[in-house]
């Protein structure tokens, strides 16, 4: 738990378990989905993203408390919410009990999630793209080998399409395979700059994709 008081922090006594990052409450009207994408990205270029618990919340709570917020969590599908997660240790901050039934239809990609979960975090997982500021095109990139996952948020902006910065070598061929969220399989080669194009249809919406450098 790193939330107050005098604790270990980041860099210490990790053998123990993962690490309770932040507490966020819809009570309270500090828990935007942004805030907790930014603090992983943030974070992720430092302390491995795996090691941290990172919690998504009951968006049907406490509506009235956020009133007309753009970026209130009612703003964001429930699916977007546990993305966020995804390169983390997945934190349900909420009753399960108090969800209503169209929540749970999320457990089919929550189980499709758990059968690439440890793959994705054998990698070195980094931020790419922009810092996420309720309006950008951001994500992470795990790096394995030749091999890795990309999971890419495009957040609430006009542009369908995006050339995100990664970590891979510039003119690189790269083979993704659309595995959650939206998206379709593709190959491209990195560009000069070591960028690769996303597409996104819809702001505020997501894609995971697992990559395999061909060339």
Known sequence: DVTA??????????????????????????????????????L?????????QIEFLNKWRNENIYKNDT??????????????????????????????AEAFSLGKVIE?????????HKGDILPIGEKPDGRSWTGFQSLQDNQGYFLVFRELNDQANSMMKTWLKPGAKIRLKYLLG????????????????FSLKTANHYGLYKYTIIK
Not at 13 to 31: A, Q, S
């Open 112 to 120: 499709k999630y758990r059968t690439i979960q440890q793959d994705i």
């Open 182 to 197: 939206n998206g379709t399989d593709f190959e491209v080669t990195v560009n000069e700059r070591g960028e690769v194009p």
């Open 71 to 100: 970026f209130a969590p009612k703003s964001y599908d429930f699916e977007y919410l546990f993305a966020i997660t995804m390169m983390a240790q997945p934190l349900a901050w909420m009753e399960a009990h108090n969800l209503p």
């Open 44 to 52: 992720s270029k430092y302390v491995p993203a795996q090691n941290l």
């Open 5 to 42: 008081d005098k604790r270990f922090g980041y860099l210490y006594k990790n053998e123990y378990g993962n690490i309770f990052l932040e507490n966020r409450y819809t009570d309270f009207g500090n828990y935007y989905p942004y805030w907790t994408l930014r603090n992983l990205w943030c």
